[in-house]
């Protein structure tokens, strides 16, 4: 029997030991296009209040998780973020698939350095 049968989970640790990833979050193209792909479903906000608002939902979703795991790095699923950001405007198409696809491409395009 090989060991990876033996092993119910692996947890990798990629924060710089196995990947290098640096992203820009700073980035105000970033911003304007999440403004815009939320604009698109008929939120209305400007790249500075998408990014406040969501650095605020940042905050609060790491406080609570950091108060209930008695953590001091949580780390907070960004799709939940994508999802308060949505307020009460759903886009026609599928909810899920959309967040998905939003915080996929936030990853792609905050990121200014990636290294296996």
Not at 13 to 34: H, K, N, P
Request: contains cysteine; charged residues 30%; hydrophobic residues 35%.
């Amino acid at each position: 029997m090989s060991l990876v049968q033996d092993k119910e989970s692996f947890i990798f640790d990629l924060y710089g030991t196995l990947i290098d990833i640096s992203t820009d979050e700073l980035d105000y193209s970033l911003w304007s296009w999440l403004s815009t792909m939320y604009n698109d479903v008929g939120c209305g906000c400007t790249p500075e209040g998408i990014r406040d608002a969501y650095h605020r939902l940042v905050r609060k979703r790491e406080e609570k998780l950091a108060d209930a795991y008695h953590t001091k790095y949580p780390e907070i699923e960004l799709r939940d973020v994508f999802t308060d950001l949505l307020e009460d405007h759903q886009p026609e198409e599928d909810v899920k698939s959309w967040i998905e696809n939003i915080a996929l491409c936030f990853r792609l395009r905050s990121r200014i350095h990636f290294q296996a």
